[in-house]
């Protein structure tokens, strides 16, 4: 089994665009989305939900004004400065560190685990699809990606799939990095501007730490020829496969309108041809060809 991880160092690239084309175009694939801050694969897709499971993670400290005798213990001890004089704890100030819990010494304090979001196992007309919602402001998205990842691929092997498409997060914080890590390949999508660059500069650094192949697939190319060509030059000093060039086409919006691929909106212009091309480049690289193949 394969899992090709779909990943732009910024927002705005594409990068979920593309990741739904390639699924229309995959065979044997299940479409899994590790964006849970700001998942939207889904607005694509279309899924049906045929499983919902709370994601719990973290937690608040609650302090027990029964148990509690007002010694200031758990406010000296609050580095994030979540319990106030009046010992109450501010539950937005609250980083669930624990450190109040276990040094309380009338053991007045609780750290009741919270719901933090959901995850579901879907059916969309591309495939099966596991993806989660992380609750607004919540955190441990980076343990929720995991989790969506492992149900990825267990319902992967339980179907006899062999190709995980996986629509990764932005940037190169937690989140990616759980996205990342026992990934087949990584294919990053940039767009030739200065911080399109920079922040892709930073996300082949982040794969090349994890030992994981990547490959770079420029988007709107022509919005910026210079740039595109920098991307390019960067990416042959690196010894990086540039697997596509993919113009700008106000077809991609027009498709996201009607809930739709840009290869289901307009199979045959000149954009979903691109797009056929840089799939059969990113299924010839190396690392996907490695062993049986995947994916036509």
Same mark, same amino acid.
């Given at each position: 089994?394969?899992?090709?991880?779909?990943?732009?160092?910024?927002?705005?690239?594409?990068?979920?665009?593309?990741?739904?084309?390639?699924?229309?175009?995959?065979?044997?694939?299940?479409?899994?989305?590790?964006?849970?801050?700001?998942?939207?694969?889904?607005?694509?897709?279309?899924?049906?939900?045929?499983?919902?499971?709370?994601?719990?993670?973290?937690?608040?400290?609650?302090?027990?004004?029964?148990?509690?005798?007002?010694?200031?213990?758990?406010?000296?001890?609050?580095?994030?400065?979540?319990?106030?004089?009046?010992?109450?704890?501010?539950?937005?100030?609250?980083?669930?560190?624990?450190?109040?819990?276990?040094?309380?010494?009338?053991?007045?304090?609780?750290?009741?685990?919270? +719901?933090?979001?959901?995850?579901?196992?879907?059916?969309?007309?591309?495939?099966?699809?596991?993806?989660?919602?992380?609750?607004?402001?919540?955190?441990?998205?980076?343990?929720?990606?995991?989790?969506?990842?492992?149900?990825?691929?267990?319902?992967?092997?339980?179907?006899?799939?062999?190709?995980?498409?996986?629509?990764?997060?932005?940037?190169?914080?937690?989140?990616?990095?759980?996205?990342?890590?026992?990934?087949?390949?990584?294919?990053?999508?940039?767009?030739?501007?200065?911080?399109?660059?920079?922040?892709?500069?930073?996300?082949?650094?982040?794969?090349?730490?994890?030992?994981?192949?990547?490959?770079?697939?420029?988007?709107?190319?022509?919005?910026?020829?210079?740039?595109?060509?920098?991307?390019?030059?960067?990416?042959?000093?690196?010894?990086?496969?540039?697997?596509?060039?993919?113009?700008?086409?106000?077809?991609?919006?027009?498709?996201?309108?009607?809930?739709? +691929?840009?290869?289901?909106?307009?199979?045959?212009?000149?954009?979903?041809?691109?797009?056929?091309?840089?799939?059969?480049?990113?299924?010839?690289?190396?690392?996907?060809?490695?062993?049986?193949? +995947?994916?036509?």
């Amino acid at each position: 089994m394969k899992e090709l991880v779909i990943l732009s160092g910024k927002g705005g690239t594409g990068k979920t665009s593309l990741t739904a084309a390639f699924a229309t175009l995959a065979s044997g694939c299940l479409l899994c989305d590790a964006d849970v801050d700001a998942a939207d694969l889904h607005l694509l897709m279309q899924p049906v939900i045929r499983k919902r499971t709370e994601f719990q993670g973290g937690g608040v400290a609650v302090i027990d004004p029964q148990r509690c005798t007002s010694c200031g213990t758990c406010v000296d001890l609050c580095r994030w400065s979540a319990i106030g004089p009046d010992v109450v704890v501010d539950e937005i100030a609250c980083e669930g560190c624990g450190v109040c819990v276990d040094f309380c010494p009338e053991q007045a304090i609780d750290f009741p685990i919270k +719901t933090c979001g959901q995850w579901f196992i879907s059916d969309t007309r591309c495939g099966p699809m596991v993806h989660a919602r992380l609750g607004i402001a919540e955190e441990n998205s980076g343990k929720l990606v995991t989790l969506v990842r492992q149900q990825a691929r267990q319902l992967a092997e339980e179907r006899g799939l062999d190709l995980i498409l996986t629509d990764g997060p932005p940037g190169v914080g937690c989140p990616v990095i759980a996205s990342v890590g026992g990934a087949t390949s990584v294919v990053i999508v940039t767009e030739p501007t200065v911080s399109g660059i920079h922040d892709m500069a930073r996300a082949i650094e982040l794969c090349r730490h994890f030992k994981v192949p990547v490959m770079v697939c420029i988007n709107k190319f022509d919005l910026n020829p210079d740039n595109s060509t920098t991307i390019e030059r960067m990416a042959r000093e690196g010894g990086l496969p540039v697997v596509g060039r993919v113009p700008f086409d106000q077809a991609f919006t027009r498709a996201m309108v009607q809930g739709k +691929t840009l290869l289901e909106f307009d199979g045959n212009g000149s954009a979903a041809s691109v797009l056929r091309q840089v799939w059969a480049a990113i299924m010839n690289t190396p690392a996907m060809t490695a062993g049986q193949q +995947t994916a036509a």
